[in-house]
């Protein structure tokens, strides 16, 4: 949670303040291996990297919760690499897709981060079928590689308290 504000924080932007006002919903599975965990509340919800199904009703929590006020959401995922350390990766698979099923059914855009290389080739064939938009970071060139509607491009990035940018 410490990482997740520091960062809001580098982009102007007070992470307190968005859950305080119901703008930020955290679903915080890492503390529970990595340290003690932050406060529980309306918008901080405390899972396990080890029990994926739990993980997914505080999502399906959450949802409910967000929905309530507006009608579209992005929901992040950070990061799907941690979930295949800890489970089964034909499990996360089958949770990935019924996460995307249910941010979609809600309105929501879902957003997922995974680190290429980090599970069986066979199985990032399955995860890539199942997202409809991939785009690699490699720290200085941003590359789509499948998005409807638009071929395979890469353009030079960087990021700064404002964001990312893409330089043409």
Not at 36 to 57: C, E, R, W
Not at 64 to 71: E, L, P
Not at 92 to 98: E, Q
Not at 143 to 157: C, F, H, K
């Amino acid at each position: 949670m410490a990482d997740l504000k520091r960062n809001m924080q580098v982009l102007g932007m007070d992470a307190e303040s968005y859950m305080e006002n119901e703008l930020l919903y955290v679903i915080d599975a890492i503390s529970s291996i990595s340290g003690p965990a932050s406060d529980a509340g309306n918008t901080y919800l405390s899972s396990s990297v080890h029990n994926p199904t739990d993980i997914m009703v505080k999502l399906g929590v959450a949802i409910r919760n967000i929905t309530a006020g507006y009608s579209m959401f992005r929901s992040v995922l950070d990061s799907l690499t941690t979930l295949m350390a800890f489970n089964d990766e034909l499990l996360i698979v089958r949770v990935l897709t019924a996460y995307i099923i249910r941010i979609k059914d809600a309105g929501g855009t879902a957003i997922v981060t995974y680190t290429e290389g980090s599970a069986d080739p066979k199985v990032e064939t399955m995860l890539k079928a199942v997202v409809d938009n991939i785009i690699h970071l490699d720290g200085s060139e941003l590359t789509v590689e499948a998005m409807i509607g638009v071929g395979r491009a890469s353009a030079p990035y960087t990021i700064d308290d404002k964001g990312l940018k893409v330089n043409p």
